[in-house]
């Protein structure tokens, strides 16, 4: 083998090794292999031409044609895309293909993620609460449901879908500038580009539920003004206000921060860009960060539900003791993930050697690549899938891609120019590990089968999936399977069926059975429910400091149940907190305005105060959701005679 050809036969041998990869989960059903083992769900003979249209392109480097057919295709493909005066209405063409390809194939169920937990929230009567991460997605797709004016329940399946397409159009946009601005080479610019689109991060932008697709817009804005200011020293405000709006977003953006923080810095007569302007830009952008930086800290150290986000380095929590940043399970989720979304960034790091990296490589672009990369690997090894990697897979999708845009960026001529006989196979490769996943999750019945896979792959996290699943097949119909999952629901999780029990005596006031049942159980505090439930067993026992205690603890760790907000009120009335109980119930009454509690509450505790129009106020509201409950009429009645305005 002659040292000249390495590269070349590293990354065949790459290419050969990953396709026989999607082989073992035919052999281990049920292993870890969520980012590959899609062809398990799909048809024998989806799953026979796969590996028939791979077979032909790993052929095809050896037969005579596949230089000269490579040759062409780069020169075509540079001249329409980035060397045409045409080229801005090609590349919207191509857009346009792909949004409608989008809008045509849209998914048709949400399982993975938050999916349908994201749609009642944009649609609830109840009100929409927005979390203190990602308020500004919510608040887009609330803005957007109100431009779409259609009143039913569609009415925010619709704005999520409309917000995906837009998201997929703008980012395959700006996959262009990035290749554009990467380099002048024109076969690295078709690698930047195809690595960019042939992606699993693609169903986010099929109709899919969930809030990250304006984060990709966000991510690829932001790299493609930090990348032209870096060739052309303009862009720098443009991918600044990328990162802004994307923080905006979702606080995961800060993540991005440093780099653009590190642009700022550089000192060049290079760079047009005023000197001023950058200066404030740095600072401001430095102060941002130092100051997040420092909540963060001051959270995670005072507060559970930030302790909770973090993986321990070695040993899990009590939910999941197996899993941490260093154990194998998270190791391998972090390959299911690469896989998933870069396929070709294993392939691209065979071919890297010290002698195939490029000397000549702009310093400042692979030094503010490489920060990127950094911030976007220590989220993914650091921060806790909640629902599982499998599901939470679309939260740590941008973190893999600026990794995969290094790589390319490194590679040299030399290389280049040995790869260019691997475009087809490279490009086959790419097309066919994506195809599987987005089809088995774009078709109604394997994507149950493969959520029904994962919620077996982190059985301790599914409890919302299996739930979720159970409510999908309820209003389709298929009771028999809702009742199965139901079943399932209700005796794989004992502490949580545990608890249910304990809340079900509290309410009919046994309190000593309450008391028994959570006092057998074993004590966690990053465990909400059990907090909740132990808060309001020492308000019925007296002990009211207690109560406060352990129902701030299970606010800390899930700050969005209004029911708790109302049990902590109840506890700050007997301690006489009146201020403080009543903007509880407030709080608690935007996050849910028909929760009957916490109207029970405000309706009793105005009365007291001799509000009566806020009484008479909260008594029509709780009549509006339950017109059968005779107090309320009691109490309406009462305040009423209190203003003498008997009817």
Known sequence: MAVKNKSFWLVYLSLIFLVLLRIMPFLYPASRTWGFNHLLF???????????????????????????????????????????????LYRAVFVFMMGSLFVIFAAPTHFLGDGYQVINNIVAESGTFFKWSE??????????????????????????????????????????????????????????????????????????????????????GMLYGGLKFLKKGKGLITGSVFLVLGIAFHLQMAIFIPGVIYLTSLRSDSFSSRIQYRRYLFWSLVIIFIGLLGILIYKYVTDLFFQSIVLQLFAGDSNSSQYAAFSLPH???????????????????????????????????????????????????????????????????????????????????????????????????????????????????????????????????????????????????????????????????????????????LARGDIDKAGTILGAMKQDLYDAYYQKLMGRLHYFTGDFDKALSYTNNAIRLNSYLASTYGERADIYFVLDSIEKGLNDLRHGYRLDNSNLYILDLLIMTFSEFKQYDSSIYYCHKRLAVDSTFWPTYYELAKAYAHKNDLI
């Open 42 to 88: 799909l048809s024998k003979e989806f799953t026979l031409i796969f590996f028939v249209i791979a077979a032909a392109g790993l052929v095809f480097p050896f037969l005579k044609i596949s230089e000269g057919w490579s040759e062409k295709f780069i020169n075509w493909f540079s001249a329409a895309f980035f060397e045409s005066p045409k080229r801005f």
């Open 135 to 220: 308020s500004g997605v919510i608040l887009l797709l609330r803005m957007m449901k109100t431009i779409i004016n259609i009143e039913n329940n569609e009415s925010a399946v619709i704005a999520i879908q409309v917000v995906s397409y837009l998201s997929g159009i703008l980012s395959i946009w700006l996959f262009f500038c990035i290749a554009e601005f990467s380099s002048s080479d024109k076969f690295k610019r078709l690698l930047i580009f195809s690595a960019s689109l042939f992606s699993g991060a693609l169903l986010l932008f099929f109709g899919y539920a969930e809030h990250y697709p304006p984060l990709w817009v966000a991510m690829t």
């Open 331 to 505: 190791l391998l989720d972090m390959v299911n993930e690469i896989l998933l979304i870069s396929p070709a960034f294993l392939i691209f790091l065979t071919g890297l050697r010290k002698s195939s990296i490029s000397v000549d490589s702009n310093k400042q672009t692979t030094l503010f690549l490489s920060i990127v990369s950094l911030g976007c690997f220590s989220f993914l090894l650091l921060v806790d899938p909640k629902l599982g990697m499998p599901r939470d897979w679309d939260l740590f999708s941008i973190t893999i891609y600026p990794v995969t845009l290094l790589s390319i960026f490194l590679f040299d001529k030399d290389l280049l120019l040995r790869l260019k006989k691997l475009l087809f196979p490279l490009t086959i490769f790419l097309i066919i590990s994506v195809l599987p996943f987005l089809v088995e999750n774009l078709d109604e019945a394997s994507s149950i089968k493969y959520s029904e896979y994962l919620i077996s792959l982190d059985f301790n996290k599914s409890r919302n999936a299996l739930f979720i699943e159970s409510e999908y097949f309820k209003k389709k119909g298929d009771t028999r399977k809702a009742d199965s999952l139901k079943f399932i629901y209700q005796s794989a999780y004992p502490r949580w069926n545990k608890c249910d029990s304990a809340a079900y005596a």
